[in-house]
């Protein structure tokens, strides 16, 4: 294979969001450094977040879309500080990236690490291993809606909230969830809804999917109500595989799904644009900790796992599973930060999974 330079966008953003993307930053170029000239990368590091929007009134610049565009992908942390308004610097910087770059598909894999104890004890790897698919353009999140009658002295102010189901929206997300349960060996596709209650937007959901589960026989489905889902979780992990929700729903989902696995430190997630008419972006799901940021305790592991989805997105899958066996082996061997009870630093576990890419063959 040629040798390929990946350029990537860094945006650190808030809290621990900096620990973190540090954290992956030195485990990809490890592996870079280690292939051989197989690949190399060009981090472009952008200071986008909160406190650029102390500076300048903005969470980025108005071109920030066009600066990173050109990019094959955008490695990112966390957004979120108690100085502006979590709606704010969400739909300012987070959200601005995943809706203008048509990040349609936000992959939420849930899997047990060795040597973390689960709330679940008696479960194990094989029980938990299963990967959420969030549709992450519309739903809940579509932003429709609006406040009317602000400020009145009665407090009679109200606002709407709108959740926006398209055929064209559901469809391509529930299609992306059959494909991705034909690549593992269950099979097994879940689907998330509500229709008892939401009886437009989550029955014209359910009927979009039975139409294009007519497409993939070989995939064995289940319909379960999001209520329900979230017993299941904890209740019979076993039972899943592929799990396709609503923007909300798998929202909520995928953080119990990682606290079930341990911590929400673990957790990674990719936001597709499948077409790849834009870059994708790779971030853990957690958020900036302000509780733990700057103390050099984050769980750097879901970023670190992050930057592995990254590189699996951009052809290298080789790599992606390297990165994948040395989390492993660091867990296994008990190097761990205090949120999975361990002792370990941010750096620590960093340099111990840099380590552990050495020994793969
Ligand atoms: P959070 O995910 O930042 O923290 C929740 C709890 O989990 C905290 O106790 C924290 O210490 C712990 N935690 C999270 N990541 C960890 C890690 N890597 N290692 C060890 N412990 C970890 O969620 P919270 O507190 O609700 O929100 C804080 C800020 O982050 C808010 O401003 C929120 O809007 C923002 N946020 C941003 C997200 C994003 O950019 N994708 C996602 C979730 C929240
Ligand atoms: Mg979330």
Same mark, same amino acid.
């Given at each position: ?11 650190p953003a808030d809290g621990i969001g900096h620990d973190v993307v540090g954290a992956g930053r030195e485990v990809v170029d490890a592996l870079a450094a280690a292939s051989g000239g197989r690949f190399s990368v060009n981090w472009t ?49 987070? @959200? ?8 349609w598909a936000n992959i939420r894999p849930v899997q047990f690490l060795p040597g973390i104890t689960s709330p679940l004890r008696a479960a194990d790897e094989k029980d938990l291993d299963w990967i959420v698919v969030r549709e992450n353009?519309?739903? #809940? ?24 189901? =398209? #055929?064209?929206?559901? #469809? ?15 099979? &097994?596709? =879940? ?44 209740? &019979? ?8 929700? =609503? ?40 958020? =900036? ?19 592995? @989805? ?5 052809? @290298? ?45």
């Amino acid at each position: 294979d040629a040798p390929r330079t990946l350029e990537i966008a860094a945006i650190p953003a808030d809290g621990i969001g900096h620990d973190v993307v540090g954290a992956g930053r030195e485990v990809v170029d490890a592996l870079a450094a280690a292939s051989g000239g197989r690949f190399s990368v060009n981090w472009t590091e952008y200071d986008w977040g909160s406190d650029y929007y102390a500076k300048h009134g903005v969470m980025m610049p108005a071109d920030g879309r066009e600066q990173v565009a050109d990019k094959d992908a955008i490695f990112f942390g966390a957004v979120g500080w108690p100085t502006v308004p979590d709606h704010v610097s969400l739909w300012g910087l987070r @959200l601005a990236l995943c809706q203008g770059f048509d990040q349609w598909a936000n992959i939420r894999p849930v899997q047990f690490l060795p040597g973390i104890t689960s709330p679940l004890r008696a479960a194990d790897e094989k029980d938990l291993d299963w990967i959420v698919v969030r549709e992450n353009s519309e739903g #809940e999140y579509s932003g429709f809606g609006g406040r009317n009658f602000a400020g009145r002295p009665d407090h009679q102010e109200f606002s709407v909230q709108s959740a926006v189901f =398209s #055929e064209y929206g559901s #469809e391509r997300i529930i299609r992306f969830a059959f494909e991705l349960a034909m690549t593992r060996p269950r099979r &097994k596709l =879940s689907k998330v809804t509500k229709s008892n209650a939401q009886q437009h937007g989550m029955v014209l959901w359910d009927d979009v999917f039975d139409r294009v589960a007519a497409d993939y026989p070989e995939v064995t489905t289940e319909s379960v109500l999001v209520d329900a889902m979230a017993a299941k979780f904890v209740l &019979k992990p076993g039972d899943l595989d592929v799990v396709v929700a =609503s923007n909300l729903h798998a929202d909520v989902l995928s953080d119990l799904g990682s606290a079930l696995a341990g911590s929400l430190g673990l957790a990674s997630s990719a936001n597709l644009n499948p077409e790849r008419r834009f870059p994708s972006m790779f971030e853990p799901v957690h958020g =900036s900790a302000p509780d733990i940021a700057g103390k050099g305790i984050a769980n750097p592991l879901g970023a670190i796992g992050s930057a592995a @989805l990254m590189l699996e997105h951009l052809g @290298l899958p080789e790599e992606a599973a390297a990165i994948h066996r040395a989390i492993e082996e660091t867990t296994r061997r008990g190097v761990l930060t205090p949120d999975v009870g361990g002792t370990a630093t941010t750096a620590d576990v960093t340099r111990a999974v840099i380590d552990h890419l050495a020994l793969v063959p």
